[in-house]
């Protein structure tokens, strides 16, 4: 399980150095900002240098700071590789050198996760009698673990419920925060069932440049947002961790049960935790494993202990669910079942997944109409040719234009994004064009968040973050 080693004698591809070396400036920085000892900083700056040499030797290049290595001959025990094997995934940090982005069938493969295949979907439509949503007809949900369990036991009428998250880092969320909470909303209607929705605003003080203060507004303002998407408020529970920790103690009982029996080797291992992180860190991943099991809710599940989880994520969470699935046994508790999504791509490409302190990587929910134009036509990366004369020519590229990538998330019309991927590879539809169609999809999507964003108020807020019983009888 143990996916990202984080020691000095390890071989590491240019891209997990160039991760190592970021984040070890920061951690440099956060130092002398938090004016620590002249001998740990001392320390941390000789490290840093250490690994500048260690990345120039491995690629030839000079680090600098926000430029990835892309051009360069990997480092492999087993002789060169090619690009496409230097994926990086964890929970903070998606790199890769593809402009196609990250190869998903290979990051199955090495996360032991199942592809969702044609099989699965049509049991889905099935079970439920309804079409399956475009973000599984479209590979945008491409990976499970244990959802055949979960159709099972809806189709011998046993409960379950979902689980999913949001890690408040920044007031305004982007259109790719969007994603697991559309899906999430869907799969609560079709299968009628509870929702809890985890805010960790202690793990966004714990990682980030925040006062607990404001990571706790943070998380505020993101549930008006989660809130706009439509849940019903009588099915659905959204909990803050610095607000409810402190007051459930089925939700602590089962953290410190998780914390006791995963050992901070694994945790290393799994994360890839130094001796140097704060121990807040180290213990986070058990806080986020809790919700998995449903005794953490006594007002919702009385004290039953038995009704399985099903979390809608983003692969990167994964680590922490391969973690809480390898730890639920042992603690008596069912393994939760995952549903996991590609990344939402930043309008610069599909090398990285968005940055909320980067305005121009994507739109956000806070954008007017103009700046939604504005970063599409200057900052959306094409996948058309130089001129309109080589575009008619020779068309464009689907799979690295980021206009056409949007447009798989939020065009619902699976007709209409086949005609404009044919027209597009094709060149008949040329890049301007498809921009156009992108700006006239988004706008008026973001406009209508908008208007429902406000009119939650406070009032709402406080209700949906009421621990309660749902409108579910256990």
Same mark, same amino acid.
């Given at each position: ?34 004016? *620590?000892?002249?001998?740990?900083? @001392? *320390? ?10 260690? #990345?120039? /030797? ?24 090619? +690009? ?26 090495? %996360?032991?996760?199942?592809? &969702? ?11 439920? !009698? ?15 673990? @244990? ?15 979902? #689980? /999913?998250?949001? !890690? ?27 929702? =809890?929705?985890?805010? /960790? ?9 925040? +006062? ?30 610095? @607000? ?11 953290? =410190? ?5 995963? +050992?901070?080797?694994? =945790? ?38 038995? &009704? ?12 922490? %669910? ?8 042992? &603690? ?30 994507? &739109?956000?929910?806070?954008? +007017?109409?103009?700046?939604?134009? /504005? ?48 027209? #597009? ?38 209700? %949906? ?10």
């Amino acid at each position: 399980m143990a996916d990202i080693q984080n020691c000095d004698s390890c071989p590491s591809s240019p891209l997990e150095l160039f991760e190592r070396v970021t984040a070890q400036g920061e951690k440099v920085r956060s130092l002398k900002a938090g004016k *620590a000892s002249t001998d740990e900083i @001392d *320390a941390a700056v000789k490290l840093l240098l250490s690994l500048k040499v260690t #990345y120039k /030797t491995a690629t030839g290049q000079d680090y600098k700071a926000g430029s990835p290595p892309v051009n360069f001959s990997p480092v492999s025990n087993n002789g060169p590789t090619t +690009t496409q094997d230097e994926d990086f995934v964890d929970p903070w940090t998606v790199q890769t050198s593809n402009a196609k982005g990250i190869d998903y069938d290979k990051l199955i493969v090495r %996360f032991g996760s199942s592809k &969702i295949d044609k099989e699965l979907i049509n049991r889905i439509e099935r079970v439920t !009698g309804k079409t399956p949503h475009h973000f599984l007809r479209r590979g945008i949900f491409f990976s499970h673990r @244990d959802m055949n369990q979960i159709l099972d036991a809806y189709e011998n009428k046993k409960p379950f419920y979902l #689980y /999913t998250g949001r !890690g408040p880092s920044s007031e305004a969320m982007h259109v790719g925060h969007l994603i697991p909470f559309i899906f999430t909303k869907w799969l609560q209607e079709v299968f009628n069932v509870p929702l =809890v929705i985890q805010l /960790t605003d202690d793990e966004k003080y714990l990682w980030k440049d925040l +006062t607990i203060e404001k990571a706790y507004e943070y998380a505020i303002e993101n549930a008006k947002d989660i809130i706009a998407c439509g849940f019903d408020i009588n099915k659905t529970f959204i909990f803050s961790d610095l @607000d409810y920790l402190g007051m459930s103690s089925g939700f602590y009982k089962n953290v =410190v049960k998780v914390q006791k029996h995963v +050992t901070f080797n694994q =945790v290393k291992g799994i994360f890839g935790f130094t001796d140097s992180d704060c121990i807040g860190k180290i213990s986070f991943p058990a806080i986020q494993a809790a919700p998995s099991f449903s005794s953490s809710f006594p007002q919702i599940f009385k004290d039953k202990k038995d &009704i399985q989880c099903l979390i809608p994520c983003a692969i990167d969470q994964d680590p922490y %669910f391969r973690m809480t699935r390898d730890v639920a046994p042992r &603690i008596g508790y069912l393994k939760p079942a995952l549903l996991h999504s590609i990344f939402f791509p930043a309008l610069q490409g599909a090398q990285t997944k968005m940055s909320a302190s980067d305005p121009n990587s994507s &739109i956000f929910l806070t954008d +007017t109409p103009k700046q939604i134009k /504005t970063k599409i036509n200057k900052h959306a990366f094409s996948g058309g040719k130089d001129t309109i004369e080589e575009h008619r020519k020779y068309g464009g590229n689907c799979e690295v234009d980021v206009s056409y990538m949007y447009l798989t998330f939020f065009l619902e019309d699976d007709d209409e994004l086949e005609k404009m991927k044919q027209a #597009y590879t094709s060149g008949a539809l040329l890049t301007g064009e498809l921009k156009k169609v992108l700006i006239e999809t988004l706008q008026p999507l973001v406009a209508a968040h908008q208007q429902r964003r406000k009119q939650i108020t406070d009032e709402m807020v406080k209700q %949906f973050m009421t621990p309660r019983k749902l409108a579910f009888d256990f």
